[in-house]
């Protein structure tokens, strides 16, 4: 399972998505908005993504550590919008027979869905500047 959210994401309600009596092992990793960025303070990030294409290509990463890791359950849900500092951003949880499995899943599944998945922030710093992040189409059509 992989979602785009506007919602604030509540890491519970993810975790009991992956939940499993087979499963003796899980893991789960929580993305939080820090409050600095390169020695610059941060007040808030925004998330802005294409969802059609961010869920397909998140699935794809779910199904990928479905035939690279032998886990249970996974799940991964990525917020859009508004984030505060201490904010959740993203929440990855995986149930696996064993915890190496679990461990493994998880760190692949965020290491992916970073580096594939059409999800773009920008941070808003304390100086009133602001800036999107590794996304050079969001910064052309910001002049």
Same mark, same amino acid.
């Given at each position: 399972?992989?979602?785009? !959210? ?13 939940? $499993?009596?087979?499963?003796? *092992?899980?893991? &789960? ?5 820090r409050?600095?960025?390169q020695?610059?303070?941060?007040? @808030?990030?925004?998330? /802005? ?9 998140? @699935? @794809? ?5 479905? /035939? ?18 201490? *904010? ?6 995986v149930?696996? %027979? ?12 965020? $290491? ?14 304390? $100086?009133? !500047? &602001?800036?999107?992040? @590794?996304?050079d %189409? ?5 002049h």
């Open positions: 399972m992989f979602q785009i !959210s506007a919602a604030p994401l509540d890491p519970s309600a993810i975790r009991e998505q992956v939940l $499993d009596p087979a499963s003796g *092992g899980f893991a &789960s990793f929580e993305g939080w908005v409050n600095h960025h020695g610059r303070a941060v007040e @808030r990030l925004e998330y /802005e993504a294409y969802p059609l294409l961010a869920e397909k290509e998140g @699935r @794809r990463i779910i199904e990928e550590a479905h /035939e690279k890791f032998e886990i249970v359950h996974a799940a991964c849900v990525h917020r859009t919008g508004s984030v505060e500092i201490g *904010g959740l951003a993203v929440v990855v949880s149930s696996a %027979h064993h915890r190496d499995a679990a461990f493994d899943a998880c760190r692949y599944i965020i $290491d992916e869905v970073k580096a594939r998945v059409p999800v773009w922030k920008k941070e808003y710093f304390a $100086d009133g !500047s &602001s800036g999107w992040v @590794r996304c %189409h969001c910064a052309e059509h910001s």
